[in-house]
T-cell receptor
Framework: GNSVTQMEGPVTLSEEAFLTINCTYTATGYPSLFWYVQYPGEGLQLLLKATKADDKGSNKGFEATYRKETTSFHLEKGSVQVSDSAVYFCALKDSGNTPLVFGKGTRLSVIA | GAGVSQTPSNKVTEKGKYVELRCDPISGHTALYWYRQSLGQGPEFLIYFQGTGAADDSGLPNDRFFAVRPEGSVSTLKIQRTERGDSAVYLC?????????????FGSGTRLTVV
């Protein structure tokens, strides 16, 4: 079945450091890929998405490229801020009437 | 409405009791999803509605869990004979359709605690 594997957290970085959160997936079809973010005390929010191979999703300085050859969708940001502290979830949606499948989440803490 | 609304935001119930959790999706969204999120885990799929019908209920853990969406808008997740293991945050999400890849809009969730 479809699944998503994320790197284990927590990840702790200093402000302005480079961020990578790894995500790999297994899917039977041609999925769309997503990153969701959950800030402390808030609900899940869509951060970015990519719907086909080699697409790059980007938002708020974050980027992720859909790599079909490595079945990956790693999240990157060049310079993190304290306000980026949150839990990040990688997710996939296969074609048709199928629901989103989430990874377990990676907690990011950015310290000043 | 402007977003997905879930009520109550918190619910504490005794083991063995019955609970109902409500979700009010974005107006016009035909697809509605229920997920359950345990501490330190990602959301786990429970059930998906397309309009009034349950298109996929494969994630419901057992027959104590049931959900309805009688008019194709508001949905209620019902849990009978609650157990301590049911304690989690229950998330609802909606999407314009079930097949397109828009991503979902999530509500803030209902935190259920079974004591």
């Amino acid at each position: 079945g479809n699944s998503v594997t994320q790197m284990e957290g927590p990840v702790t970085l200093s402000e302005e450091a480079f961020l990578t959160i790894n995500c790999t997936y297994t899917a039977t079809g041609y999925p769309s890929l997503f990153w969701y973010v959950q800030y402390p005390g808030e609900g899940l929010q869509l951060l970015l998405k990519a719907t086909k191979a080699d697409d790059k999703g980007s938002n708020k300085g974050f980027e992720a490229t859909y790599r079909k050859e490595t079945t990956s969708f790693h999240l990157e940001k060049g310079s993190v801020q304290v306000s980026d502290s949150a839990v990040y979830f990688c997710a996939l949606k296969d074609s048709g009437n199928t629901p989103l499948v989430f990874g377990k989440g990676t907690r990011l803490s950015v310290i000043a | 409405g402007a977003g997905v609304s879930q009520t109550p935001s918190n619910k504490v119930t005794e083991k063995g009791k019955y609970v109902e959790l409500r979700c009010d999706p974005i107006s016009g969204h035909t697809a509605l999803y229920w997920y359950r999120q345990s501490l330190g885990q990602g959301p786990e799929f429970l059930i998906y509605f397309q309009g009034t019908g349950a298109a996929d209920d494969s994630g419901l853990p057992n027959d104590r869990f049931f959900a309805v969406r009688p008019e194709g808008s508001v949905s209620t997740l019902k849990i009978q004979r609650t157990e301590r293991g049911d304690s989690a945050v229950y998330l609802c999400a909606s999407s314009p359709t079930g097949t397109a890849n828009y991503g979902y809009t999530f509500g803030s969730g209902t935190r259920l605690t079974v004591v």
